[in-house]
């Protein structure tokens, strides 16, 4: 089988293209390397420049294919503030471009990367897929917009699974080498904490949360059970029906595991300054992930540790791209 992945040149694309071609996939890449990297892509994958809204470059990715990992999007909430139109067009109507190409091609197997962004300010911790979704951003508001796209399109018999997700983390060593993390700017609290100084320390914001040390509580989960997961979608696609599942880590980690998993990696103190708390933060971020236990058989593999340790080794090895 001959997997399109979009956005397959970007961090969790590229992971997704290395790991379907090690265990025995055809991959085609289509990505216009905007945030992306050409040289993340595996060799053996077919690659294809071009942005989800061409249909040109749609139609010439989807040759060959007979499913879709879905990962081209813009995906930074901040941005999207500023930016809502651009993640408007890229994230929704590049959407509706492939989907419409797809219907083309008769290809009607989808697998969406989702977003827990869908859900905005929960009321009830953990997040179920019964959530109302209230999202307090135009990424998430862009990204439920394209999970209701895609149940309609369930109707005319598309099989599709959309993933929600918060913070993914870690890195992979493929065959040619170290796929990790390379945004820039770098948002994410892990890689900054292993780049931390003591005259740049990593802030805190707030250390009177009420959780069990203070600090806000968050999910994280390691590129590779996530690809994982998005494996296992793809083997368990229904004709005509739109599925979405949550992914985590099915308890959270507070920003002061997430420290002392750093410093435990790195041998030393990671220096830290307590900040205000961010007006909005809600104490904790965590997803139920019974649904992804019942439908997929999956379940996370690899803790907080494992995430920092091989995001350190990454950063670290001669081969990192």
Known sequence: MRVLVTGGAGYIGSVATAMLLERGFDVTVLDDCSTGHR?????????VEGSVLSTDSVALALTGCSAV?????KSLVGESVEKPDLYFDVNVNGTRNLLDQMSKAKISKLVFSSTAATYGEPEVIPIT?????KPTSPYGTTKLAVDKMI???AKSGLAAISLRYFNVAGAYKSKAGWLAERHNPETHLIPNLLRSTRDKPIKIFGNDWPTKDGTCIRDYIHVVDLID??????????S????????????GYSVTEVVSAASKVLGRDIPTEIASR????PAVLIADISLAAQCL?????RGIENMVRDTWESQNASTSK
Not at 297 to 301: C, T
């Open 278 to 281: 961010r007006s909005g933060d």
């Open 240 to 251: 005509g029906q739109h599925k979405i599942i949550n992914l985590g880590s099915g308890g």
């Open 129 to 133: 897929e019964e959530a109302n979704t």
């Open 39 to 47: 040289d993340a892509v595996a060799g053996a994958a077919k690659f």
């Open 151 to 153: 149940t309609e399109e």
């Open 297 to 301: 058989n999956w379940a996370p593999k």
């Open 69 to 73: 990992f879905h990962f081209a999007a």
């Open 229 to 238: 997961a998005h494996i296992l979608a793809l083997e368990n696609l229904a």
